[in-house]
């Protein structure tokens, strides 16, 4: 069957988006908070282009929250390293490994790797079929509740989320300290 032929077999609707979107903690759905308006007012694509601009975010706050708390790095040293850093996908899954001394597990990885593709062919003008695009939502508010369960049990703390608090009253290293860790981490500071 051609690809732009398969049914989405998890967001046969926008129905069942809405269902899912409602089924996701409070955490999700806070940070996606503007999800329930775009899927019911706007073209699907908009909706697709906020759930990753949000995703792509959080994936730099995962990296942000994991050196502040895990390696004590300074804060303001680590968010000047992480805005200055440019965050490819491979880039992302390489340093998250450096960060949580571990790779992301296959199983979240694969749950975004499809909406990606179809992401990047949205963005590039790409005939997408909507069942596709409903299909790749699905799987990034999976990926979100995936990843805030990984990172809780891990790193004690939740990405897609209210993240007040999570780095505990730990001291963190001199900025020059700091520095020489993000480097030896694989972060490009200029």
């Known amino acids: 069957m051609p690809e732009a032929a398969k049914k989405s077999k998890n967001a046969p609707s926008i129905m069942a988006l809405e269902r899912k979107y409602k089924s996701c903690s409070v955490g999700v759905r806070g ?25 792509e975010m959080a994936q730099n706050t995962i990296l942000y929250c994991g050196v502040v708390k895990l ?25 998250f490994a450096n960060v949580f001394s571990a790779p992301l597990p296959d199983a979240i990885a694969k749950t975004i790797k499809s909406a990606e593709k179809t992401r990047d062919r949205v963005l590039h003008g790409k005939l997408v079929e909507p069942s596709e695009i409903r299909e790749a939502l699905h799987d990034v508010l999976d990926y979100a509740s995936l990843m805030n369960f990984h990172l809780e049990k891990v790193a004690g703390f939740k990405p897609f989320g209210d993240l007040r608090g999570f780095k505990g009253r730990t001291a963190s290293l001199e900025k020059q300290t700091s520095r020489w860790l993000l480097k030896g981490l694989g972060f490009s500071l200029h």
Do not use: N
């Open 31 to 55: 940070y996606f908070d503007q999800f329930p308006d775009l899927i019911s007012k706007f073209k699907l694509d908009v909706c697709l282009a906020y759930m990753f601009f949000r995703t």
């Open 71 to 95: 390696h004590r790095a300074d804060q303001a040293v680590a968010r000047k390293a992480i805005e200055a850093q440019y965050l490819t996908r491979q880039s992302f899954l390489e340093l």
